[in-house]
């Protein structure tokens, strides 16, 4: 089912604790935050954006403060921009100077920061166990995260990269959140990017024995499943489920028989939709390159110019001219 939610904004500027507690409270669930220091050094400000199933938080917060946290039900992980965090739950304790990047603990804890400015990414846990279950073929009950920390340090600048470029393009409407697909695409990615940066069961799920082979037949029907719902978000398990097959099968079989991935081929049918898009588009409506290609699902539009000349010959600009 395709997500047409309207992306929500919230900013907050305050000087009162008091405001902030509340703020905190009510974006991030039970908290009893404490502060430290004369109230009238406390700066206390934070961008909340809500795109469908994906939360992006940006804070900012003077002074030293403590705060008895959690549970929390969701994928939570921060990239501490300045100063310091600290997360003590039962099992770990992890800090996080400037730069640093971790998990939020899933059951009850405290948090510790010190004139910290940070980044949040939220997403719910059945979202990161479908694509865990896409990777593995296991069942979403049995997937969880093992530790707060990345695997490895460059997996961490992976994040904090990821970070970055989602808030980036979260500061400015219009820039692709509103897009369904485009949403659809960044949801997948903090999902997969999240499984390959904190520890988790996919990394140690046992052997998984080779999926049976599937028809030229199933393959021909995922194709036009594809096309037929192009303009959705898809996911490789939906045209599994819709063909009758597993999705490690399908994606084995459209190896073998088409050459690529079944994403692979949905992002070339989007490629000749944008084609046919920019070939009907009047310029002087307002119609951009930019636009055309958010409206299927492409977030760079470098990477989508750079996809259309090498399958058109031309830039897509010269084709919405004519």
Known sequence: MTDHSPVRRTELSTRDPDVAREAIA??????????????????????????????????AHSMDAWTEAGPYPDFMAAHV?????????RDEELLLPAGGVGRYPPGRSVLHW????????????????????????????????????????????????????LHRMSVTPGEGLEQPLVRASLTDLVATTALAVFPNTTMTAAYVPEP?????????????????????????????AACGV???GLQAAFQRHVGHSPLAYLRQVRLARAHRDLNAADPATGETVAGIARRWGWTSPGRFAAAYR????????ETLRE
Do not use: K, N
């Not at 921009?81 to 739950?89: C, E, H, K, L, S």
């Open 246 to 248: 597993g999705a490690r």
């Open 310 to 317: 090498e399958t058109y010959g031309r830039p897509p600009s």
């Open 81 to 89: 921009v300045a100063g310091r965090f600290r997360f003590v739950d």
């Open 212 to 240: 049976r082979r599937v028809a030229p037949s199933v393959v021909r029907r995922a194709r036009a499943y594809l096309e037929e719902h192009a303009a959705e978000p898809v996911t490789v398990a939906q045209v599994a």
């Open 114 to 165: 010190t004139d910290v400015v940070g980044t949040t990414v939220r997403l719910p846990l059945e979202q990161v166990a479908r694509v865990a279950d896409r990777q593995v073929e296991a069942h979403p009950r049995a997937f969880r995260f093992l530790g707060l920390a990345p695997v490895s340090p460059a997996m961490s600048h992976a994040w904090a990269h990821l970070s970055t470029f």
């Open 26 to 59: 009510e974006a991030c669930g039970e908290h009893h935050p404490h502060f430290r220091g004369s109230r009238r050094d406390f700066r206390f400000t934070m961008r909340i954006v809500q795109a469908g199933p994906l939360a992006l938080y940006r804070a």
